[in-house]
């Protein structure tokens, strides 16, 4: 074991590199030992160390320059982005990771939220929320592999960027060797790498990758500290794991190359979503195919985050644009490369339940994925579909290299095409399967391009099509014409068609290729000894073909109406389907392996005797097209015999009907409502003696107050939701004026009264994080008189961190500064509250950030004892029955009300979903899962309304609507823990 290395200087790159040496697993070896698939020439390099005098043991996880090996066997990691904690219904992990394996995914990647479990300090609670053994759990039996991301630092729209808000009290800069930090941020990786560790591949976990820290790439002080670098890995290394370990370099900067594999991010299109069919920015150079200068250690081409979705902020354009904009286009367009590790940030976003969001972004993070927050699925997840399946049986893409082509060569190769982009990959071993990736290079236009191409076959140069038409290339699209290409025991010598997958059933190989309507393409197969050519009979078929010298040449037009054709010679079908046919077809890995045709979700099947199980869910009555092996004659389905009828060539039909009852959901608007206000604290009288004193004189924080007193609310233990501050003054006689300068983040707003009488507001923007105004007080106060003045603040979330060596997130929340005119009256005393106990905070169940400062917050229930005027609580019940084995996502739904300004929050049994203000939008309707939602009994749902003129707010408009029906979903779901209310010691 090498000792913790420490004290080099960050020029000190020669000690840098040593580490690096030093740090890389002695895996390789062993993996050589254990080969590859067959023609594998190579050996791995990623474990060529001779220095085995360390703890890296693990063997099962390796790399080379190439692609990642798990127990010697080469993939392609297609990993999509969950992040645990923005889903607080552990039962429904499964459900989001089963449909990410049946979009073809082999990987999850999650970040871990290191705030929610150590929310008080060295105090680690695992409880049944934030516990992320049910998530491994369900990852595994998803057949997923997990790319561990455990920080310290995460960014991730999350309050803090993960860091604990306890962190503000923590002196000096972050994300550094700084001894303070340090300190602050081992005991997490401890527990944390043990977590992880406990959970590798090694120990029978899904575990292969571990992420060390979050872009660390920008820097305050202008340095990449490259000690933090080494002291962090260590760390990790120290509590266990053994994995690989990587990073995510903000761009191709070459930052943090001491981890085993480099790795970094790509966002092409940014995080405008308002106009989702304008592309501003230029595609990324080469499609990712190169690296530069700076990037001295390598691994297999990895890419951590690739841009799959777009947060939105508060005012945003909504995710259904963040989903058009980084659409089905988008993936086809942008997501051929020569990648090998692939992330896509976000597969499924989730929600910012409770105070978890940072101030840039709302309570929904759907982030326009794949999955729907509420779990339904976009068209682009089928789309997906397409290209996860082809890579998952295209082994030779990951042994290939891109030819790096000048446009003049291009031009050759295309035969006098312009504005077209071309990538080839071509494979190293074996046949030299080539990869013609063909793009537009300006995708601003949406002009449609024909091109002829040449391509290098083992049968000769060959200009494609060899008759017809020229090829289709759509403007936001990329095709990718295969040569010298196996699928299975089938030599394709070349198709214009893409693949979407092969399979052999009962020794027959079916192909699967695709196009879209009306287009034609041209394939031709090496056909050694043909005896049975067969074409299968069909009405409005449009293919020809010819036999010549051994190869069979296929010329074919994809069908309008969606349906097939299907070619048989020797012991190949080639199956040719549209597009959204294809996107709709399921590959299942059953033994041999089962292909569906049709439906809305098909999540897996299994095979017993003549009997094909199949789970998924369906919306409507639907055909399914299933391949299966001869032996299978009978289908189930959700466990129901349907009837099944065989057809031609191996496939069955059957017809499925799923059941959608009809549910009675309540009508928000007609329950019985109980009302009460929940602001008491405006009272000259109300005693706030249990409130928190702030009157530290010294702050930790790097931001230096104006005030004696010190008014940050971190500073004392509060980090998230509602803030109220009572300031206790004297008067001198004539202060006529208030002036304050508060901060809260962006989108936040504040009321202020002066001893029961209200003063004025600031509603709130999407820009201002901090706010400055003079108010007038409603009288000049008098010489000797006693006033109070209550501020109520919204609190955004604490910011993110994303500039290493810099304190942002510790932007403090409350007053910076605020002071009088007419007179200066003497200051008794500042009190402040927010959530009940602060980092004590008492609702262990739900958690450290469900709950703000509002009175009916921190009784736990809006019920009790309010007498006074203010900000609104409404509550009420009601029933839900839903039967089991179906999946209806529902979501409360405000209706838009302008005119005055409001802030409201949504309790469903507790829990919060829904923060919401009116005039900023543009979140109305906010879904919440089952299992917040309790879907067989009673629910109470709790509203606060802080009305911030007079006029006051109305909830007239409130729903609760079903989202989408289908049959099917994970099965049981377990509610969220949800003690009903007790009351609490110490309230006040
Ligand atoms: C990346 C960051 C992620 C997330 C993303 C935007 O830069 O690594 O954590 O913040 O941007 O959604």
Redesign the pocket.
């Known amino acids: 074991m090498i000792a913790k290395i420490r004290a080099f200087s960050p020029p000190a790159l020669l000690a840098l590199l040593q580490l690096a040496l030093l740090t890389v697993p002695p895996a390789l070896n062993s993996a050589a030992a254990s080969p590859a698939s067959g023609d594998q020439k190579q050996k791995p390099l990623g474990g060529h160390d001779h220095h085995h005098h360390h703890i890296t043991t693990q063997n099962r996880v390796t790399w080379d320059e190439q692609s990642l090996l798990i127990d010697g066997k080469r993939l392609f990691i297609f990993s999509g982005e969950v992040h645990p904690w923005r889903n607080p219904v552990q039962s429904l992990h499964l459900d989001v990771l089963q449909k990410l394996k049946a979009a073809g995914f082999n990987a999850v990647s999650i970040?871990f939220h290191w705030g929610a479990v150590e929310w008080e300090r060295g105090v680690f609670r695992w409880n049944e929320l934030f516990d992320l053994q049910p998530f491994f759990d369900a990852a595994k039996e998803a057949g997923l592999y997990i790319i561990a991301r455990p920080g310290p630092y995460?960014?991730?729209?999350t309050t803090g960027?993960g860091f604990p808000g306890w962190g503000n009290r923590v002196e000096g800069l972050w994300r550094k060797s700084n001894k303070n930090y340090t300190e602050a941020y081992t005991p997490f990786v401890n527990e944390f790498g043990k977590l992880i560790a406990k959970n590798e591949i090694t120990k029978g976990g899904p575990i292969i990758l571990v992420q060390v820290e979050?872009?660390y790439s920008g820097f305050g002080d202008g340095h990449e500290d490259f000690e933090y670098e080494a002291e962090l890995l260590q760390a990790f290394k120290d509590s266990g794991i053994t994995v690989p370990t990587i990073c995510?370099d903000?761009w191709l900067g070459g930052h943090f190359q001491s981890v085993d594999i480099y790795g970094w991010?790509s966002?092409p299109l940014g995080?405008d979503c308002s106009h989702p069919e304008r592309w501003h920015n230029a595609p990324p150079d080469n499609f990712y195919n190169s690296y530069n200068e700076k990037i001295r250690k390598h691994g297999p081409k990895s890419i951590l985050?690739l841009q799959a979705g777009?947060?939105d902020g508060w005012g945003g354009a909504g995710y259904d644009a963040c989903g058009k904009l980084i659409g089905p286009e988008f993936e086809r367009a942008m997501y051929g490369s020569a990648v090998r590790i692939m992330n896509l940030?976000?597969a499924f976003g989730g929600t910012n339940w409770g105070q978890s969001a940072e101030p840039g972004v709302y309570t929904s993070y759907d982030?326009g994925s794949i999955i729907r927050e509420d779990r339904r699925l976009r068209d682009k997840y089928y789309e997906l579909k397409l290209q996860t399946q082809f890579l998952a049986v295209s082994p030779a893409y990951l042994t290939s290299k891109p030819w790096q082509l000048t446009e003049n060569d291009q031009i050759g190769i295309l035969k006098g095409a312009r504005g077209i982009v071309l990538t080839v990959l071509e494979d190293t071993i074996g046949l030299h399967t080539k990869f013609y990736i063909v793009r537009q290079k300006d995708f601003s236009k949406f002009e449609l391009k024909t091109y002829r191409i040449e391509l290098k076959t083992s049968i000769g140069d060959i200009s494609v099509p060899r008759t017809g038409p020229p090829l289709d290339l759509q403007a936001r699209d990329s095709n990718i014409l295969l040569v010298d290409y196996m699928a299975g025991p089938t030599h394709i010598i070349y198709t214009t068609a893409e693949v979407y997958s092969w399979k052999t059933i009962d020794d027959i190989t079916y192909v699967i290729v695709y196009g879209d309507e009306n287009e034609h393409h041209e394939a031709a197969f090496n056909v050694k000894d043909i005896k049975d050519f067969m074409s299968l009979e069909q009405e409005g078929a449009k293919w020809s073909y010819e036999i010549e010298e051994k190869i069979l040449t296929v010329r074919f037009t994809i069908l309008e109406d969606g349906d097939a054709q299907t070619i048989r010679f020797g012991k190949t079908i080639l199956v040719i389907l549209d597009r959204e046919v294809a996107s709709k077809t399921w590959i299942l890995d059953t033994t041999p392996p089962t292909i569906i045709k049709g439906g809305y979700l098909i999540r897996s099947a299994n095979i017993e005797g003549p009997k094909l199980h199949l789970k998924g869910d369906l919306v409507q009555a639907t055909r399914l097209h299933i391949l299966a092996p001869k032996s299978v004659t009978q289908v189930t389905f959700n466990g129901k015999d349907v009837d099944t009828q065989p057809a031609t060539e191996g496939w069955l039909y059957v017809m499925y009907t799923p059941e959608l009852p009809d549910i009675n959901i309540p009508e928000l608007s007609q329950l019985d409502w109980k009302y009460e206000n929940s602001l008491p604290e405006i009272s000259a009288s109300y005693d706030d003696s249990q409130w928190t004193t702030a009157d530290n004189t010294y702050t930790p924080n790097g931001y230096k107050p104006q005030t004696k007193e010190i008014l940050y609310a971190s500073d004392y233990g509060y980090h998230s939701g509602n803030l109220i501050w009572r300031g206790h003054f004297k008067a001198t006689g004539g202060e006529n004026e208030f002036w304050l300068d508060i901060q809260g983040g962006r989108a936040f707003g504040y009321s202020v009264w002066d001893s029961g009488v209200y003063v004025g507001f600031w509603e709130g923007d999407v820009t201002t994080s901090r706010h400055t105004s003079n108010f007038r007080l409603p009288a000049t106060w008098k010489g000797g008189e006693k006033h109070t003045l209550t501020i109520l603040q919204d609190h955004m979330g604490l910011e993110?961190n994303?500039t290493a060596a810099t304190e942002f997130f510790k932007s403090p929340r409350g007053p910076i500064n605020y002071g009088f005119k007419g007179a200066q009256p003497k200051l008794v005393k500042w009190k402040l509250t927010g959530n009940l106990g602060g980092e004590k905070y008492i609702d262990k169940e739900r958690g450290p950030w469900n709950e703000g400062g509002l009175y009916a917050e921190r009784q736990g229930s809006p019920l009790d004892g309010i007498k006074e005027p203010g900000v609104a609580f409404y509550r009420s019940t009601f029933d839900l029955h839903v039967p089991e084995g179906v999946d209806y996502p529902m979501a409360i739904q405000y209706s838009n009300s302008t005119g005055s300004y409001y802030r409201s929050q949504i309790y469903i049994n507790g829990y919060q979903f829904g923060k919401y203000v009116n005039s900023i939008g543009p979140q109305t309707s906010f879904f919440v899962p089952q299992g917040i939602l309790n879907y067989n009994g009673t629910n109470t749902i709790a509203i606060s309304l802080w009305a911030m003129q007079d006029a006051g707010a109305s909830l007239k408009s409130l729903d609760l609507r079903i989202l989408g029906k289908v049959e099917g979903g994970v099965g049981r779901v377990r509610n969220a823990p949800m003690p009903l209310w007790t009351k609490r010691s110490d309230v006040y």
């Open positions: 970040y995460v960014n991730a729209e960027g979050n872009e995510d903000a991010n966002y995080f985050e777009g947060f940030y976000m982030y993110e994303w």
